[in-house]
């Protein structure tokens, strides 16, 4: 009975019955799209890191994982140092990072040969390494984004280059230069951002870093392993803070909309429920009508959301793919679907109770 009365009235009221879906979506579509980037992100960093074939990672001093690295200030000295001398160093590779948009598009300027060794080189989708002075490899996110192929021209650092290459994006950079290059462009000569070491067995990776610590105790020294695992939101100020603060906007933005739209449908059923009454309905029997048709909006504003939360992620990998990376996550659809739940019970509860309290004689009577 209850299920019939509450279909009859969506159905009854088809285009307030949209709009309100369609506001209760719109928080479900912002959480479920906040938390696709936060994932998507990290797991992109993440899979970069993996990607270079380390097993140790040395940042500048004052720095830490998550630190966004621009400019050279550790010694290209100490790359040799580290070769030379320390014990199951296979390979130590110094890059020089830079950033040219915003803080997630950066050039990275290593020596190929070597990155070739530690990582297993880089995928061509298309042409190949740099052989002239002007030429630049960028990965296929960053082609696709800016509309670039191999022989296009991209200016960066006010001048212009030959694109000689595109590679499958996941390793190390978006943008790559060789590292003499990069260095005369950003003015460091013999100084690098971060230090890549590979070991002969990473089961001495412990050792060596301890070790490594020892020796150089104002670096942050990580294990790749270590390193690749901090990648969670957790590990980034104010993240998780920002997450919190936009599912309380869902649950804020749901309470309004079922509140606002179930009080307009209970000054438009005053009649009904005056009938409803008068036939013997209790009280509770009206606040559950009520209540139902709330949550069954929120049931559709959750399923709308999670459909628009698809759209996004295909407009963020068509329009800007190099700069955010974005993920379907359905472990949390039905998280923002309890939020959206949670907002439209306690929306639907005021309309209800005020409805339960009509008096079914003036209810008759209204016009």
Known sequence: MTAKLVLENVKHRPVRTLLSTLLIAVP?????????????????????????????????????????????????????YLQKNELHIKLAIGSVVQVV??????????????????????????????????????????????KLRVGSTVVLFKKPWHVSGVFTGGKLSRIILPIRILQDLT?????????????????????????LKMKLPDYPIYPMSELTSLYTASNFAGLNEFITVIVGLGVVIGFFVVCLSMYMAVLQRTREIGILKSLGAS???????????????GVGGTIIGIGLSFGSWWLIRTLVPASIQMVIVPAWWPIAGAITLVGAGFGALYPGLNAARHDPIEALAYE
């Open 101 to 146: 948009e915003g803080i997630t598009i950066v050039v990275t300027g290593v020596d190929l040969d070597k990155f070739s060794q530690m990582s297993g080189g880089l995928q061509y989708v298309a042409g190949g390494p740099p052989r002239a002075a002007n030429d630049i490899i960028i990965d296929q996110y960053y082609a696709a984004q800016k």
């Open 28 to 80: 479900v579509t912002l959480i479920l799209t906040l938390v696709g980037l936060t994932h998507g992100m990290l797991e992109d960093s993440e899979q970069r890191a993996r990607g270079i074939g380390a097993d140790i990672w040395i940042k500048p001093p004052g720095t830490s994982f998550a630190t966004t690295l621009s400019g050279a200030p550790i010694s290209e000295g100490l790359v040799e």
């Open 283 to 297: 009280n509770g029997f009206i606040v559950r009508i009520i209540l139902a048709e709330g949550l069954l909006l």
């Open 187 to 211: 003015s460091s000569p013999g100084k690098v951002s971060q230090i890549f070491l590979k070991l002969d067995d990473a089961k001495y990776t412990d050792a060596v870093v301890a070790d």
